[in-house]
T-cell receptor, first 114, second 110 residues
Framework: DVKVTQSSRYLVKRTGEKVFLECVQD?????MFWYRQDPGLGLRLIYF???????EKGDIPEGYSVSREKKERFSLILESASTNQTSMYLC?????????????FGSGTQLSVL | GDSVTQMEGPVTLSEEAFLTINCTYT??????LFWYVQYPGEGLQLLLK?????DKGSNKGFEATYRKETTSFHLEKGSVQVSDSAVYFC?????????FGSGTQLTVLP
């Protein structure tokens, strides 16, 4: 089975800190995604990557950046954390970008920015 | 743009009750449709999918039919169990990404 591992389950940071969220997948998937999950809003796509060193903005990229130096690892970076970035962050991967392709999700990182 | 509108929760049912969670979508072209489930403390898992009109996806007793005429993909189960308690997300796949609905929390009481 595909495993998508997020480095932290819970994280507490201060406003203005630089925050790194790490995600690793073990199935050689081409595509990786970062979503944030908020009550009543569902999942919203922040960024995705379809190849090493490639990235594309999703629906809500403001305040975030990403890094994909190796195929298995996709990092989400909050350059200067703000309280409105308190959320559950979910990483996902898939074999292809076809519209009917299944996503595999990590178990999430609950980030609190104080 | 593409969007998914999902029945608001929370939904509370007794064990063995019939479940329907409504999902409608707006999209250009011919999207694929999905239901994902999130159990407490876990990430999302694919529950079922349908890739074209009139397709029926099914898994673990859950079913959903891709209805192009009503732009709907309602999730149904004939007899729910306590273990079905989770958050259910409807999603639409088009272009290069999935668009998710807001999620419906289901609680099944014994």
């Amino acid at each position: 089975d595909v495993k998508v591992t997020q480095s932290s389950r819970y994280l507490v940071k201060r406003t203005g800190e630089k925050v790194f969220l790490e995600c690793v997948q073990d199935m050689d998937h081409e595509n990786m995604f970062w979503y944030r999950q908020d009550p009543g809003l569902g999942l919203r796509l922040i960024y995705f990557s379809y190849d090493v060193k490639m990235k594309e903005k999703g629906d809500i990229p403001e305040g975030y950046s990403v890094s994909r130096e190796k195929k298995e690892r996709f990092s989400l970076i909050l350059e200067s954390a703000s309280t409105n970035q308190t959320s559950m962050y979910l990483c996902a991967s898939s074999l292809a970008l076809a519209t009917n392709e299944k996503l595999f999700f990590g178990s999430g990182t609950q980030l609190s920015v104080l | 743009g593409d969007s998914v509108t999902q029945m608001e929760g929370p939904v509370t049912l007794s064990e063995e009750a019939f479940l329907t969670i409504n999902c409608t979508y707006t999209a250009t072209g011919y999207p694929s449709l999905f239901w994902y489930v999130q159990y407490p403390g876990e990430g999302l898992q694919l529950l079922l999918k349908a890739t074209k009109a009139d397709d029926k996806g099914s898994n673990k007793g859950f079913e959903a039919t891709y209805r192009k005429e009503t732009t709907s993909f309602h999730l149904e189960k004939g007899s729910v169990q306590v273990s079905d308690s989770a958050v259910y997300f409807c999603a639409l796949g088009s272009a290069r990404q999935l668009t998710f609905g807001s999620g419906t929390q289901l609680t099944v009481l014994p």
